[in-house]
């Protein structure tokens, strides 16, 4: 049998009394230059290397790795963009706390495996300087009150970087979404369906050399944040809304044992796992305002890629995976041809949409965005606007109650489907901040 984390059995508390001021809509002091440190660069954390590379404004002062090919090669591509060759740290699990130590440094991105994020995120605001976290923040219902509370008390930043909330589907979504489009919202639908066996192939470094063991782990939903971050903005969450409680259930867990011994030998180290994460999950949240959402994980049976993007309103219904809108209510069909439009058909053709919806954001930095790529340019714009908000004192458009309330999903789905899925309230990370939190705002560069 598998324990429940200790941590879940602090989710019924009360709210937690402040330890410093509320973070909502933090403003830091302008910087002039954002001077950077990374913990962790493998596959995640090296394409922010190079994205950084080519920002203005910034500096890469220091990069820190426990692997010494992949902290060379970071430190390799610096040095051939003609840039000051970046201090290196290495040599054990806790080399990068010398490297907080620095007092030239305002950032660290972290993207390391997720049992590293809130440890090394709450070390970062510790030491004076501004937390940018890998998905999820934190793997317990208790580092994520930890990571909060640094934040309070420090008045620093801890961003969960949630690339996908830079996509140009989901930057277009949220645009309609608050000129109304859609009515009023009702339920929207999110998930990380992506097939990640053949990770388990990657032993001794990469990503499956850490993530394989989590679906030995915990059973619920591993990775919530890429489709429930965009959801979660359209709806305004913890600014006017919040997640109320979940419920969650999982299908057998068979396909990772069935790839082990269809891919290894019968005496490998995959073949000696038992695997408990279902390989499907679904859960679902219910809203302080009524809201429902559908969240799902599944990176293991045969299928194509989704994140669900579906966001369901009073006059109609965008969805992704493929692009398609049906509403009641079209723009481009007002007074007599309205009746021409019908919501039982899909619009598959995104064009005229994108003409008319492209979040302003986009339209400006799109083109710049998609020549750098990194997930058709999310990322790229993602880590711009970081920098943008943290050189023109602006508020990031994600914070650490964000990051903290899209992650417990991990923690709050294996509690329920371990109970029967009996529903799970969600700690409210804000302490009531967000019934006056202001919406995110509809930003230009
Ligand atoms: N947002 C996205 O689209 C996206 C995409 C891929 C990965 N990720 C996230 O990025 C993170 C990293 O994933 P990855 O695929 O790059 O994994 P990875 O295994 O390739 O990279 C992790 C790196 O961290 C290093 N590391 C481990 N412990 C360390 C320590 N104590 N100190 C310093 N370095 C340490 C490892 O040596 C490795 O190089 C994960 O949280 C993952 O979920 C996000």
Known sequence: GLALPTSAKTVKMPPKPHLGKSVMGLVSPKLDIVRVGFIGVGQRGYGHVKHFCHLDGVEIKAICDTHQTVLDRAIEFVVEQDLPKPTAYTGSEHAYQEMLKRDDIDIVIISTPWEWHAPMGIDTMENGKHAFVEVPLAMSVEECWQIVDT?????????????????RDEL???????????????????????????????????????????????????????GLGPVSQYMNINRGDRFDYLTSMSSPALGRALYAQREFPADHERNQLEFVNGDMNTSLIKTVKGRTIMVQHDTTTPRPYSRHNLIQGTNGVFAGFPNRIALEQSPFNQGEQASAESFHRWDMDMTRWYDKYDHPLWQQMGQEAERNGGHGGMDFLMLWRMVYCLRNGEALDQDVYDGAAWSVVNILSEESVNNRSNSVTFPDFTRGAWKTGKPLGIVGA
């Open 151 to 167: 934040a309070e008390r420090t008045q620093k930043n801890c961003m969960m970087m949630e690339n996908v909330n830079y996509g």
């Open 172 to 226: 277009m979504v949220l645009n309609m979404v608050r000129q109304g489009v859609f009515g009023d919202l009702l339920h929207g639908e999110a998930a990380y369906i992506h097939e990640l066996r053949w990770q388990m192939k990657e032993l001794d470094h990469k990503t499956g050399s850490w993530r394989t063991h989590w679906h030995t782990k915990r059973n619920g939903n591993l990775y919530p944040t890429h």
